[in-house]
């Protein structure tokens, strides 16, 4: 077992991330960034909690083009946002229906609307406005003067390339992730209930090191699964099922996204074939994966495998993502994607293809983009489909 990597960041960690993005607002003329979402408030913070899961109250955090980032949040998070590097902490008592940290931001943002600055905020795909739409208006009212540029570009480049400390953490929940795997032919059997077998899966998955596993999903029928983002059902497990399950278990709020196929009993020759075919896409995958490469060229080249036995052309749209802080970020590996794959991406190739009557089979690894190649940060799944 490798050794555990510290969890946090030292400070330094942080310093380097904002001066990063400060290069980048000074080049694009934004006098800051306007952050609420989770995982861009705890990039530039190391402000972790799990109470994001609560949708009452809004969290805000300003990132100056010059100077350290300033929170306006809940006084309930103050404690926690105090035990960061962040020294400027704006509260109020929340939640406020009327009142939900507008007036504070307000009072924030007021000196650049009089010199009508122009401040970014995340409009772009995969990002949300986490605060009520009435309050955002009346905010956008109460300052006439302030430009609203689009910062998803500029946010994307920071988060996309991963620092060693993020890798470290990456490389340790995707360990954890394997060892769980290793375990699961010793987990699941004829007649075991599938919902059982997902808590089987869970608490081995801790047993092993995880803090949490907030995403499993799964699927098992006799000759392959037709869906893959149901919750289980208590059905028992038969000869001849084609079981997946695909974790998303964390660590220090980062994640691991991979799969495993097996068959119970026995395995049909059509299962077999598909799982041969994913797993020689995969390996397109790892050989295409270098810097300079492209998404595009990532699902060219798996979709080129894919075809020999499924014509469909990737029907769910992509064949792997970006994985760090959230179980999906972005790139996309798609068609449509020409992200350039540069060195310290950490990213899932996820292949999949259409088969049988309706049925489905999906591959995934986890990778990091290292200069001479892709390092596999998931233990390599079974080259033949694995037969409990």
Same mark, same amino acid.
């Given at each position: 077992m490798s050794e555990t990597p510290p969890r946090g960041f030292p400070e330094i960690e942080f310093v380097t991330?904002?001066?990063?993005?400060?290069?980048q607002m000074a080049d694009q003329g934004l006098s800051g960034l306007l952050l609420m979402t989770e995982a861009e408030i705890r990039y530039f913070t190391g402000f972790h909690t799990l109470f994001w899961q609560s949708p009452t109250r809004p969290w805000f955090l300003f990132v100056p083009v010059s100077g350290k980032p300033i929170a306006v949040i809940p006084e309930i998070g103050a404690a926690l946002m105090r035990s960061t590097w962040i020294e400027d902490i704006r509260?109020?008592?929340?939640p406020a229906p009327e009142d939900d940290g507008i007036s504070l931001l307000r009072d924030l943002l007021t000196p650049l609307s009089q010199i009508g600055g122009t401040i970014g905020m995340l409009k772009g795909p995969e990002t949300t406005l986490r605060m009520?739409?009435?309050?955002?208006?009346?905010?956008?009212?109460?300052l006439p003067g302030l430009q609203i540029a689009d910062a998803t570009g500029l946010i994307r480049r920071l988060r996309m390339v991963k620092s060693p400390a993020e890798i470290d953490k990456l490389a340790h929940i995707c360990a954890i992730g394997s060892r769980s795997f290793d375990a699961l032919p010793r987990l699941a059997h004829a007649g075991l209930p599938f919902d059982d077998l997902f808590r089987a899966f869970r608490r081995e998955a801790l047993s092993q090191g995880a803090d949490d596993v907030?995403?499993? $999903?799964?699927g098992a029928a006799q000759g392959g699964y037709v869906d893959v983002i149901s919750p289980p059902t208590p059905t028992p497990l038969q000869d001849g099922d084609i079981v997946m399950l695909d974790t998303g278990a964390t660590w220090d709020g980062y994640f691991c996204?991979?799969?495993?196929n097996y068959a119970i009993g026995r395995a049909d020759d059509p299962s077999r074939r598909a799982y041969d075919v994913l797993w020689r896409a995969t390996q397109a995958g790892l050989e295409t994966a270098r810097p300079g490469a492209t998404c595009r060229d990532l699902f060219h080249a798996m979709s080129k495998v894919i075809s020999e036995m499924d014509d469909s052309g990737g029907d769910v749209g992509r064949l792997g993502h970006g994985l760090g802080m959230q179980l999906t970020e972005w790139p996309s590996h798609a068609a449509f994607d020409d992200t350039i794959l540069l060195e310290n991406? $950490?990213?899932?190739?996820e292949p999949s293809l259409s088969y049988g009557d309706g049925r489905i089979m999906v591959h995934e690894e986890n990778i990091v983009i290292r200069a001479d190649g892709p390092e596999l940060l998931s233990t390599r799944a079974a080259p033949?489909?694995?037969?409990?």
């Open positions: 991330r904002l001066g990063a993005a400060q290069t509260t109020w008592s929340a009520p739409l009435g309050d955002y208006e009346r905010l956008r009212a109460a907030p995403y499993l $999903v799964g996204d991979f799969d495993r991406m $950490v990213l899932t190739l033949e489909l694995p037969v409990i």
